[in-house]
């Protein structure tokens, strides 16, 4: 049997002052592409995770986080046809700068109990009852 490779992604809920969580659509010519997820990255060797999120956030939106606004809330765990995500997800309720589009991709700022109007990959559906529990 050949071993099944583990990937390990971090991602963030970003919650604004109206609770509604931001998220992502894959632009085109990526995996997955279209598809909409919480924004966040591949954890690189030697990097935790928290410093992952801060410098995806970063990269992706143009906003700085502390690490001390970074709270766990759950994890997925998602078997993909050549490898396994483990995907812990962070909630986030403050940082600096304002969330832009810095990668092509759309954003959308949408109410937990909506998420599930936005096709996502099989990995970030099983979150979506934790936010809703958290939020509404």
């Known amino acids: 049997m050949t071993p099944i490779k583990l990937t390990l992604v971090v991602a963030c809920a970003l919650v604004d002052v ?3 969580v ?8 990526k995996s997955m592409a279209g598809l909409w997820e919480f924004p966040g990255g591949k954890v ?3 990097e935790r995770p928290e410093a992952t999120l801060i410098r995806e956030l970063h ?3 143009g906003i700085t986080v502390k690490e001390a606004c970074l709270a766990p809330l759950t994890f997925a765990s998602h078997a993909y046809d050549d490898f396994h995500l483990l995907m812990p997800l962070y909630i986030c309720r403050r940082w600096d700068g304002e969330v832009r589009a810095r990668e092509g991709q759309r954003l959308a700022w949408a109410r ?3 998420l599930r109007d936005y096709p996502m990959p099989p990995a970030d559906i099983p979150l979506i009852p934790h936010l809703i529990d958290l939020l509404m």
Not at 22 to 29: D, E, H, S, T, V
């Open 44 to 46: 690189e060797p030697g």
């Open 18 to 20: 109206d609770k509604r």
């Open 112 to 114: 937990a109990n909506k």
């Open 59 to 61: 990269e992706e939106i």
């Open 22 to 29: 931001l998220i992502a659509q894959r632009p085109p010519g």
